[in-house]
Each structure stands twice: as C-alpha cells, then as structure tokens.
C-alpha cells in the first residue's frame, strides 16, 4: 500500500535552516507530482509547495517563496523541502502529499523559536 513518510522536523532559532524529507513507497514515485502542506495549531491546513513529476517544476505559497525549495530524487523515491531563513510563523506539522490524492503522511513537527 501507499505510504509518506515526513522526517527531518525540529525545535531551530529564527533564521535557521532545516531540510524535511518525505520517502514515498507502494507507488511508482515518478508518475505523481508531490506537494508539501502545513498546518500551525488552530488553524487549517496550507499548501507550501509542490514539484512536478519529472521536470522539477515547482510552486510555492507567497509566505515561503524565496526562503523554501522543494526537489526530489525519483531513483529514491524521496521528496525534500529545503527550508532557509526560517520564521517563528513557520511553525507546524509539515505534511506531504500526492497531488490530488488522499494519501499524507503522519507529519514532521517543525518549531521555530523567536
């Protein structure tokens, strides 16, 4: 069956960095585009990126253009989330996703101290 692993999370200072990783299995990795999403305590869930299968486009929302990069290696079927300059708004469980499918992972908590 289909499972996202979110790993990578962790307490940093306000302008750190950190890089999430999401390992995909039961699936053929390279035929599905790959988002991140988060979600702060008390509010909904946002998307924060997404990378095409194969070519490597990707988008991102306003909040972290410019400081987050997604890439993934489809040989290993892993998809990252760099994360630079970090913010205390930052602050989530960071998800990933198989674009327009039901399928998320159990989550990795970042937690960005001011």
């Known amino acids: 069956q289909v499972q996202l692993v979110e790993s990578g999370g962790g307490l940093v200072q306000a302008g750190d960095s950190l890089r999430l990783y999401c390992e995909a299995s039961?699936?053929?990795?390279?035929?599905?585009?790959m988002a991140w999403f988060r979600q702060a305590p008390g509010k909904e869930r946002e998307f924060v990126a997404a990378?095409?299968?194969?070519?490597?486009?990707?988008g991102y929302a306003d909040s972290v253009k410019g400081r987050f990069t997604a890439s993934r290696d489809n040989g290993k079927s892993l998809m990252y989330l760099q994360m630079n300059s970090l913010r205390p708004e930052d602050t989530a469980v960071y998800y990933c996703?198989?674009?327009?499918?039901?399928?998320w992972g159990q989550g990795t908590q970042v937690t960005v101290s001011s």
């Open positions: 996703n198989i674009v327009g499918s039901s399928y």
């Open positions: 039961g699936l053929t990795f390279s035929n599905y585009a």
């Open positions: 990378i095409s299968r194969r070519m490597g486009r990707t």
